[in-house]
C-alpha cells in the first residue's frame, strides 16, 4: 500500500493563480483532512470530509475549497493564492471508529510570490 | 482556535540521554496521540492513548494518558541521532473528527 500520496510536492505561484493540490489514500478510510503547517507552528486544519459526500469547515477555511471527489480521493483547492498561503500542505486520513489515528501524506510545499 | 500547551518548545541534549516531554490543557480529551515528524516529511504516528492513566510503550518511547484526562507525557530512553525531529502531541476531545494539535517540541542532538 502506498498509503496517502500528494501531488505535486512542490509547487511555485504568481499571486492571483490558481491550483488545486491532490491527495489520494488507498487505505479503504472513511475521513480525509487537509492542514496546514507554517514555521515553529503546528498544524491547522483547514478542511476535512467525514466520509465520502461530505465537507466541512476547519480552524482556517478562508481561500480554499475541497472537493470529496470519492472515497480515495480529497483535494484542496486555491482559486485566487495569496503570499499568506504559502505553507506546506499535508493531506490526512483516518479509519472508521472512535479512535481518530490520522495517517500522513509526506506534503505539498507551496510558495506564493 | 484551540490548542494544546505543549512544552519544551525545543529540546538540546547529549545522545544517550533521556528525553521527557509534555502537553496540558483546560480541556478533557478522550484520544491522546504522539506523532514525530522527520525534516521533509509528514507527521507519523508513535503512540496513541485511549484511556486516562493508560501507559504505552513503543521500543524506547513510553506515553501516558494523564489521570486527570487533560494531559499526556512522552519520555523517550537513551536517545539516539536519528531521534532528532519534531515531536507532536495531538488529542481528540470528542467525535467531532478534529484532532488539537500541540505546536510541538523539536529535539536536537548535540554532536
Known amino acids: 500500500n502506498a498509503g496517502v500520496t500528494q501531488t505535486p510536492k512542490f509547487q511555485v505561484l504568481k499571486t492571483g493563480q490558481s491550483m488545486t493540490l491532490q491527495c489520494a489514500q488507498d487505505?479503504?478510510?472513511?475521513?480525509m483532512y487537509w492542514y496546514r503547517q507554517d514555521p515553529g507552528m503546528g498544524l491547522r486544519l483547514i478542511y476535512y470530509?467525514?466520509?465520502?459526500?461530505?465537507?466541512d469547515k476547519g480552524e482556517v477555511p478562508n481561500g480554499y475549497n475541497v472537493s470529496r471527489l470519492n472515497k480515495r480521493e480529497f483535494s484542496l483547492r486555491l482559486e485566487s493564492a495569496a503570499p499568506s498561503q504559502t505553507s506546506v500542505y499535508f493531506c490526512?486520513?483516518?479509519?472508521?471508529?472512535?479512535?481518530?489515528?490520522?495517517?500522513f501524506g509526506p506534503g505539498t510545499r507551496l510558495t506564493v510570490l | 482556535g484551540q490548542q494544546l500547551n505543549q512544552s519544551p518548545q525545543s529540546m538540546f541534549i547529549q545522545e544517550g540521554e533521556d528525553v521527557s516531554m509534555n502537553c496540558t490543557s483546560s480541556?478533557?480529551?478522550?484520544?491522546w496521540l504522539w506523532y514525530k515528524q522527520d525534516p521533509g516529511e509528514g507527521p507519523v504516528l508513535l503512540i496513541a492513548?485511549?484511556?486516562a492513566g493508560e501507559l504505552t510503550s513503543n521500543g524506547r518511547l513510553t506515553a501516558q494518558f494523564g489521570i486527570t484526562r487533560k494531559d499526556s507525557f512522552l519520555n523517550i530512553s537513551a536517545s539516539i541521532p536519528s531521534d532528532v525531529g519534531i515531536y507532536f502531541c495531538?488529542?481528540?476531545?470528542?467525535?467531532?473528527?478534529?484532532?488539537?494539535w500541540g505546536a510541538g517540541t523539536k529535539l536536537i542532538i548535540k554532536p
Open positions: 487505505m479503504n478510510h472513511n475521513s
Open positions: 495531538a488529542g481528540l476531545m470528542d467525535s467531532n473528527y478534529q484532532l488539537i
Open positions: 470530509s467525514a466520509s465520502e459526500g461530505t465537507t
Open positions: 492513548l485511549y484511556k
Open positions: 490526512a486520513s483516518t479509519g472508521r471508529g472512535a479512535y481518530n489515528e490520522q495517517f
Open positions: 480541556s478533557i480529551f478522550n484520544t
